[in-house]
């Protein structure tokens, strides 16, 4: 997956011969999701799978603020997670935000997984979001990796309870 004008659009391409060639698959990811009125700051394709019935997956964060942030803790800096999907082959999409009830965000490294039963995973870091009035804690300020999974294609996510694991995905 990659961007050819940063956050304009983003294309998927797959190799048949182990990464030697590559050829574009489908049509552009429209990835201009960032809310109205706000300024991009960073977009990230995190991860990309397909699922046991052929669909794409595509992973990423879209970073945004209101202000000039300092860091990833600032109350300005705004991260949010989607799932685009593809079920043709690249030549449509759609996104599910997959962060709408996490305390905060991620996703530098993200992996997909296929497992039994038709089930996908996500492995993602997810670091908490500080707000105005809720500073986030020195001691509080690292990633905790969740699982989502999915036993709809992709459609929809459960979070896991509590993080599988802290500081990080790999």
Avoid at 54 to 63: A, F, K
Avoid at 107 to 123: F, P, Q
Avoid at 134 to 140: F, L, Q
Wanted: glycine share 10%; charged share 20%.
């Amino acid at each position: 997956c990659y961007s050819v004008k940063s956050w304009a659009h983003g294309m998927v391409a797959r190799s048949t011969d182990g990464g030697r060639t590559w050829a574009r698959m489908g049509r552009p990811v429209n990835l201009q999701l960032t809310p109205r009125g706000d300024t991009p700051k960073r977009q990230v394709f995190n991860g990309v799978g397909v699922t046991h019935r052929g669909t794409l997956l595509l992973i990423r964060t879209d970073q945004y603020t209101r202000l000039h942030p300092s860091g990833k803790y600032d109350p300005v800096l705004h991260s949010d997670v989607y799932v685009t999907r593809s079920t043709d082959g690249g030549h449509t999409w759609s996104a599910v935000k997959l962060n709408a009830h996490v305390e905060g965000s991620g996703g530098n490294v993200t992996r997909i997984a296929r497992l039994a039963d038709d089930v996908m995973a996500i492995l993602m870091p997810v670091f908490p979001q500080a707000t105005a009035n809720n500073p986030v804690p020195k001691s509080e300020r690292y990633d905790r990796t969740y699982m989502w999974t999915s036993r709809d294609d992709g459609v929809t996510w459960q979070r896991s309870e509590r993080p599988i694991t802290l500081y990080g995905c790999e």
